[in-house]
């Protein structure tokens, strides 16, 4: 093999593993067959258990989401992803610590939004940085700043990997403590009727005052009024619908049009950057289960 080109090398290679596998194709079918009726039922159970039980369902693929990666990251040794995976579990606890307290404190609804808002905002702008970086790889532009192919690929794809990763995590976990915060303050109530009636001068989201008179604690904002005639602190509503990922009125639950909301064609991408999170939310936590399991039934029935 040694007296081999490279070219000659890797067709010896190709032929034994050809010679190897010879007669496998029945096998080949059936762990074919067995992964496509994985993906089918697990689908199905796993929508069913979110329209019956969607509060378990999303605490799991919650938890699944901060972990899964966590092993791979220690088992390849990314060190940048676990120092990085460390401050944001670190920031985001304490946050979400803040959240579940009761009585809430009052400027808790900003510091959750903020928090969750900067790291939405980071998450997307990083997500676009990799996407640009791995088009301009596809099409050459690369060697303008005489950078190698596979360097700036692997530039691109590790921020694409990181944007993609924290923006889905930042939602799920902005979701949950949306509807905690929410509750306590008591204008809001996922299932039934909310335990406060609602003023016209407070903001059902983070419960303060829209209209602050003189010598008075509050904050003074910008309104916005929703179709249903309820009125919020712009930041609030804004943060509930895109950061908590809520799509109805804190108070009466009537469906927000986010178009409306979003006039503005440079915020729109927002909406369709978060509806991208939800998606891969179902990739990355539960794709290397079902994969686990395929490879597991493979193994039982003694396939290679």
């Not at 159970?45 to 605490?59: A, E």
């Not at 799991?60 to 092993?71: C, G």
């Not at 804004?238 to 064609?265: A, H």
Request: proline share 4%; net charge positive; hydrophobic share 45%.
């Amino acid at each position: 093999m040694s007296d081999l080109s490279p070219e000659e090398q890797w067709r010896v290679e190709h032929a034994r593993m050809h010679a190897k596998h010879r007669g496998h194709e029945a096998m080949h079918a059936e762990m074919v067959l067995i992964l496509i009726a994985t993906l089918v039922v697990a689908q199905l159970l796993l929508v069913q258990w979110k329209q019956r039980h969607p509060r378990s369902y999303n605490m799991v693929t919650l938890f699944q989401m901060w972990v899964v990666p966590l092993y791979f990251t220690v088992k390849l040794h990314w060190w940048r992803f676990l120092v990085i995976w460390i401050f944001f579990s670190a920031v985001t606890a304490f946050v979400t610590f803040r959240a579940t307290r009761k009585p809430l404190v009052q400027t808790t609804p900003r510091l959750v939004y903020k928090w969750f808002l900067l790291i939405y905002k980071i998450s997307y702008a990083t997500g676009i940085v990799g996407y640009m970086a791995v088009m301009f790889t596809l099409f050459g532009l690369n060697l303008l700043f005489k950078i190698k192919p596979e360097d700036a690929m692997d530039f691109g794809i590790s921020l694409l990997f990181y944007g993609l990763y924290y923006g889905v995590l930042e939602r799920d976990f902005a979701e949950m403590c949306a509807d905690y915060m929410a509750s306590t303050i008591g204008f809001y109530s996922e299932s039934g009727m909310p335990t406060k009636h609602l003023s016209d001068s407070v903001c059902a989201v983070c419960g303060q005052q829209i209209f602050v008179d003189v010598n008075e604690e509050g904050i003074i904002e910008n309104t916005y009024r929703l179709s249903c005639n309820h009125v919020f602190h712009e930041f609030c509503i804004r943060g509930w619908c895109i950061v908590g990922k809520k799509q109805t009125c804190p108070y009466c639950k009537e469906k927000v049009d986010l178009k409306r909301m979003f006039s503005n064609p440079w915020e729109r991408p927002h909406v369709m950057y978060g509806q991208l999170l939800d998606w891969l939310r179902y990739l990355v936590a539960w794709q290397p289960v079902i994969i686990g399991l395929v490879q597991g039934i493979s193994y039982i029935l003694g396939l290679e």
